[in-house]
Each structure stands twice: as C-alpha cells, then as structure tokens.
C-alpha cells in the first residue's frame, strides 16, 4: 500500500474505531465487526479476533510503501479467501471518500446507521 494511503487508512481508523462489514456465505451473511487494537488490547481475551491484521512502516519514507500481513486466527471460522475480501471490503470502505461516510454514520450518528445502506453498497441482497 502507498504511504500516503496508509496514512489516511490509519487517520480515518483512529476517527472511527468500529464498523461492521457483512460477510456473504452461501444464501445469508455474517456480519463482521471491525475493531482496533487499542480495543482488543483493552478486552484482551474477551474480544477472539478470527482475523487481524498488522502494517508495517519501515519502508515508507524511503520506499513509500506500507507491508500489509494478514493472519486468520480461527481458520476453522474463517477462510484466506474471506479474509482477504474482508481486507479488501474494510480498506474500501475506509479510504473511499463516499463509502467513508457509513462508516462515520456507524460511529458517530448510530441512530441514523442503517445496515441495508452497507449492504447495498456491496451489492448483496437485503434479507
């Protein structure tokens, strides 16, 4: 990833902590919730990520590149396929300008959050 995209991922996270991102498997989803580490690490055991996710920065001044790694912490919940869509979903979700505003609506008007707007967004059938 750019480090100039990095950047605004990791502005936008500590903005916006928390999202849910519906998972399609079969003929229904499971919705996903996003969280960050400083939650995780605040309800340690309590939280049982099946997926996280680490950047590294080393290079981004000189290389202007941040190293993305993905671990699937229960594969038995979780595929390497559906984790990188998940990953894919949530950066989508972060950085696009439009998408953003669910994710702000999500965090800071929660009365006005509608999940089908989500849903809708990623073109899967409202149940």
């Known amino acids: 990833m750019k480090a100039?995209?990095?950047?605004?991922?990791?502005?936008?996270?500590?903005e916006c902590r928390?999202?849910?991102?519906?998972?399609?498997?079969?003929?229904?989803?499971?919705?996903?919730?996003?969280?960050?580490?400083e939650d995780y690490k605040a309800r340690g055991t309590?939280?049982?990520?099946?997926?996280?996710?680490?950047?590294?920065?080393?290079?981004?001044e000189s290389k202007d590149l941040v190293l993305i790694r993905g671990d699937v912490v229960f594969t038995s919940k979780l595929t390497d396929?559906?984790?990188?869509?998940?990953?894919e979903a949530a950066q989508s979700f972060y950085l696009n300008d439009a998408r953003y505003k669910l994710v702000e609506r999500f965090n800071r008007q929660t009365h006005d959050f509608e999940f089908?707007?989500?849903?809708?967004?990623?073109?899967?059938?409202?149940?």
């Open 46 to 60: 309590q939280a049982a990520p099946y997926f996280t996710v680490s950047f590294y920065t080393e290079f981004a």
């Open 116 to 127: 089908k707007d989500v849903l809708q967004v990623l073109d899967m059938p409202i149940l």
């Open 4 to 14: 100039k995209l990095y950047h605004l991922l990791e502005h936008r996270a500590s």
């Open 81 to 87: 396929s559906e984790a990188k869509w998940l990953l």
């Open 18 to 37: 928390y999202f849910v991102i519906p998972l399609w498997r079969g003929s229904g989803y499971t919705t996903m919730f996003i969280q960050g580490l």
